[in-house]
């Protein structure tokens, strides 16, 4: 399974469902990936907790009047089908209101940073 899809589809549904908080089975680049989602105020704050003997991260969502953030989520770069993009490749998500979220060199990071960064690398998904 795609454990990052997984996870951004987890995220989704749960704000769609009304839920403020989502727990996910925990890893590294998991960890990395919300921590770029919170610097894009996609999400509130991100903790790493034990739950049955288990790492899990406990996301906190933002919702505006019990309506998500989140509205989309799309997979670019797959197992079976790895997407790369230079620097002077990456555009703009839904006219700056979503963000694109890199696997560069320099860790994961969005598209602004990647760009400002004058770096390219592989495009996980795009978020709105």
Wanted: aromatic content about 6%; proline content about 2%; cysteine-free.
């Amino acid at each position: 399974m795609d454990t990052i899809s997984n996870m951004i589809i987890q995220i989704k549904n749960a704000g769609s469902a009304g839920h403020d908080r989502v727990s996910i089975p925990y890893s590294k680049l998991k960890h990395s990936i919300v921590e770029v989602l919170k610097k894009e105020h996609f999400v509130k704050n991100v903790e790493t907790e034990s739950e049955k003997g288990r790492k899990v991260l406990a996301i906190d969502l933002f919702m505006e009047n019990r309506v998500p953030k989140i509205k989309g989520v799309k997979r670019i770069s797959k197992p079976s089908r790895r997407v790369y993009q230079k620097s002077s490749e990456i555009r703009s998500v839904k006219s700056g209101y979503g963000a694109l979220i890199l696997s560069t060199s320099q860790g994961i990071m969005s598209g602004r940073e990647a760009k400002k960064s004058q770096l390219g690398g592989e495009a996980l998904f795009s978020i709105w």
